[in-house]
């Protein structure tokens, strides 16, 4: 069926004036407060479009395998980019990084990690904290044995490694993880971990497994009564989708943050790596900045007239011959200059004090790890009589002051479980003691002897202690060249004791003489007689 159409309707001055004054007017008139927010808008966006862009870090830069190409971006996108937060101001930006305003994030600490700068501030602290080690001491009578046990358990299980790995993450991820491995744990993650007999059985400790934070994530932790002891502290992690609870993964934390950012810092702390960041920057910049001087410290020259050399047509030739002055500048080619209107010029960049500058530069990344120079970095102090020896002693002190504070926790917990897998039962007077960092020289330690030396002999004089007790001590002294040497006149008898003495040298043996040899017979005749004709004696013959 056909729709009929009616003719269109034509429109007079007259209608259109009368539907102008009739109909609604499609804008309504803006109010004040609509005015206000889009006078708030655009001086917000004028302001993000004026603001400047914060430079990059250069260790970024440095660090990500794909850099950021800026230049796929518009003036108003990078700028956004790089004042993009929240209103607390907690996000980061996704093209530019502000220093110490907030968590790197794992990913960013993992990048930075690959620098020579970062790396060798945390290996350096990780490898001095077991490079002497320890030994298991005991406050106890009979307890040699199980400690020499204990310590062949704890190289057979590798702890050793494991600290070292952990000290590792600590630096440059603010935290690290140590999950407790028992024999067939699987299905008890989530149950505590308590160091009973019926808990950890006979044979159960594997070892630790060392898990890098970047795949721990915090579950559940209380935020209500700050005098709890696990006030901010989560009693569970999920570990890749599995729930473990806080007993079963030690958890180091060297430099914590407030309890308010906690939450914030994945409730870890402050890496090494995030406090370094302005110091290595700078680092960078210097270094890359006086290589820059180096390549460039002369300018060469030539004085002509440049009205001439730019009239229309001359250009092209001005050019060419500044592309050719480049292509032979050699100390061993050839110039050619108008001696009437050229002349060559030199301009050197003075080079002194260059040297300073970046040195300086590179001591600040000592300061900040508190490491010394010729620790960090190998660089050993410059001048007359110059020596390094007073900052390795505060160097030992902080390590050992690290070691006490952070690791001395986790090794009391691994022997602990040590001896509940070994014996089935602890022992606490058995404890975990660093050996000291500082080794003597071998001058060092002949003075240290000598002087000992002197002490025990006027001890000896003075009746404090005897000989024999000085000589049962250097006996059983692993670091006295008489270690184990057992001596005969320890147990002697004492010199006041007569009855004894007599008693022993009556018992002594007097030795037997070995038998003589029979003589040889002398001969007979007149020129000599037998020994017992010569003396009167009746020799049998002539009898």
Not at 126 to 137: H, L, M, P, Q, Y
Not at 263 to 276: D, E, V, W
Not at 380 to 388: H, V, Y
Request: aromatic share 6%.
């Amino acid at each position: 069926m056909a729709r009929s159409r009616l003719p269109p309707t034509r429109r007079t001055p007259a209608t259109k004036a009368a539907a102008a004054t009739t109909a609604p007017s499609a804008l309504p008139a803006e109010t004040a407060d609509e005015k206000t927010r889009r006078d708030r808008a655009t001086a917000l966006s004028s302001a993000v479009t004026q603001a400047p862009v914060a430079e990059p870090s250069p260790s970024l830069q440095l660090a990500r395998a794909h850099a950021v190409d800026e230049a796929n971006y518009t003036p108003k996108e990078r700028r956004a980019a790089s004042h993009a937060m929240d209103w607390a101001g907690q996000s980061r930006s996704a093209l530019s990084f502000v220093e110490n305003a907030g968590w790197p994030g794992f990913p960013t600490l993992s990048l930075l990690s690959q620098l020579a700068e970062y790396r060798s501030m945390h290996e350096t602290l990780a490898d001095e904290c077991v490079r002497c080690w320890g030994v298991v001491a005991s406050s106890g009578d009979g307890d040699d044995d199980r400690c020499t046990q204990i310590e062949a358990e704890l190289k057979r299980l590798n702890i050793r490694a494991a600290v070292r790995q952990l000290v590792v993450h600590d630096q440059a991820f603010g935290g690290a993880h140590a999950y407790i491995k028992l024999k067939d744990d699987d299905g008890m993650r989530k149950l505590p971990l308590l160091l009973k007999p019926y808990s950890v059985r006979r044979g159960a400790f594997q070892g630790l497994r060392v898990v890098e934070p970047y795949w721990v994530t915090p579950n559940d932790y209380n935020s209500i009564d700050p005098t709890k002891e696990n006030f901010y502290k989560p009693s569970s992690w999920w570990l890749i989708g599995t729930e473990v609870h806080a007993t079963r993964l030690f958890t180091i934390v060297s430099r914590p943050v407030a309890d308010m950012l906690k939450p914030a810092y994945s409730f870890r702390g402050i890496s090494m790596t995030q406090l370094a960041i302005p110091y290595v920057d700078n680092w960078l910049r210097t270094r890359q900045s006086v290589s820059d001087t180096v390549k460039q410290f002369s300018v060469s020259g030539v004085l002509m007239d440049l009205q001439q050399s730019l009239l229309p047509g001359a250009g092209t030739s001005l050019d060419y011959r500044a592309q050719l002055l480049n292509l032979y500048r050699d100390n061993r080619n050839l110039l050619l200059l108008d001696k009437a209107t050229e002349e060559f010029f030199q301009v050197n960049t003075p080079l002194s004090g260059l040297d300073a500058l970046q040195a300086q530069a590179q001591e600040q990344m000592g300061a900040v790890s508190h490491t010394p120079l010729v620790k960090l970095l190998g660089i050993t102090p410059s001048g007359l009589n110059a020596s390094s020896d007073g900052e390795i002693r505060v160097w030992y002190d902080y390590v050992h002051g690290y070691q006490g504070a952070t690791l001395s926790p986790l090794m009391q917990v691994v022997l602990q479980l040590v001896q509940l897998s070994l014996f089935g039962v602890v022992d606490e007077d058995i404890t975990w003691q660093w050996e000291k960092l500082h080794e003597a020289t071998e001058v060092e330690q002949a003075t240290m002897d000598r002087e000992q030396m002197e002490t025990d002999r006027g001890y000896i004089e003075a009746g404090v202690v005897t000989a024999e007790q000085v000589a049962q001590r250097l006996s059983s002294d692993p670091d006295s060249p008489y270690s184990g040497i057992a001596d005969g006149n320890i147990d002697a008898i004492p010199d006041d004791d007569i009855a004894s003495i007599t008693e022993a040298i009556l018992g002594i043996q007097p030795p037997v003489p070995e038998p003589a040899a029979p003589a040889a017979p002398a001969a007979l005749g007149t020129a000599g007689l037998p020994p017992g004709a010569q003396s009167g004696v009746e020799h049998p013959l002539e009898a």
